[in-house]
């Protein structure tokens, strides 16, 4: 991809996803930037799909400043990268971040102790991480059906990756000690956040399946990842 390409889409993209960071059902539900997430991995790609997500998250927030900013800095620009390689088929990258921000959440005292229903999604995209990876050329297919099924599940993966991020910053790293005075309030919290999380999960599928999918099969971006797809394979191919 051409730079002034690359830049004219982080630009495009980092303003969509401030704007949508700003709306949401109600403070208590993760606002409609996570909507636009899986289009930003999917299109852009590792590299450019995270500076997008980045500074389109860092933007939101100092348009509309949250008392925790820092937890979607991290987890959106990265729940995007998670995306990006799935949609590339890289699925090791993403097998390992999950397999050290699980092992850490393990670790932590806290982590054992809350309740192992919380994290039940993740445990889910932490099985659908190969299947969403080589099921990824499905995108490319031309076939509307396996490209709603693809991008259904990397939309469930990006959602499930997001939480993941944010509760490897709360209990592993220690920034629940920024929020909550004991561990009974942390319990009490992060287990009515799950109940959230567990709708916004199904919510991400749907708006996927609804809107998002159908921008892809209605305009030439399915066709020149393909054909970009394509060249880069047998790239790939020659040097082999």
Not at 8 to 31: E, G, K
Not at 59 to 77: C, Q, S, T, Y
Not at 163 to 175: D, H, Q, T
Request: glycine share 6%.
């Amino acid at each position: 991809m051409k730079y002034g390409r690359q830049v004219a889409l982080v630009s495009i993209f980092a303003a969509m996803h401030a704007v949508l960071y700003c709306v949401s059902f109600d403070p208590a539900w993760r606002n409609f930037a996570i909507y636009l997430a899986p289009l930003e991995g999917i299109v852009l790609g590792p590299q450019v799909g995270f500076v997008a997500a980045l500074l389109g998250s860092s933007i939101g927030r100092l348009i509309k400043p949250d008392l925790l900013w820092m937890f979607g800095i991290v987890a959106e620009p990265l729940g995007v990268l998670m995306v990006a390689l799935l949609a590339r088929a890289k699925w090791k990258p993403v097998a390992l971040v999950y397999a050290v921000l699980l092992s850490a959440y393990f670790i932590h005292p806290y982590g054992r102790s809350l309740p192992p229903w919380t994290i039940l999604d993740i445990f889910v995209a932490l099985v659908l991480i190969f299947p969403a990876a080589k099921l990824s050329k499905w995108i490319y297919a031309g076939d509307s059906g396996k490209v709603f099924l693809s991008v259904a599940l990397l939309a469930f993966l990006y959602s499930a990756t997001d939480s993941l991020v944010r509760i490897f910053m709360l209990v592993p790293a220690g920034l629940h000690t920024l929020f909550f005075d004991s561990y009974e309030t942390l319990a009490s919290v992060f287990v009515g956040a799950a109940m959230f999380s567990y709708i916004e999960d199904i919510l991400i599928v749907v708006v996927s399946l609804t809107i998002i999918t159908p921008v892809l099969l209605r305009s030439p971006i399915l066709n020149l990842l393909g054909t970009k797809k394509r060249v880069e394979e047998t790239k790939q191919s020659a040097r082999k």
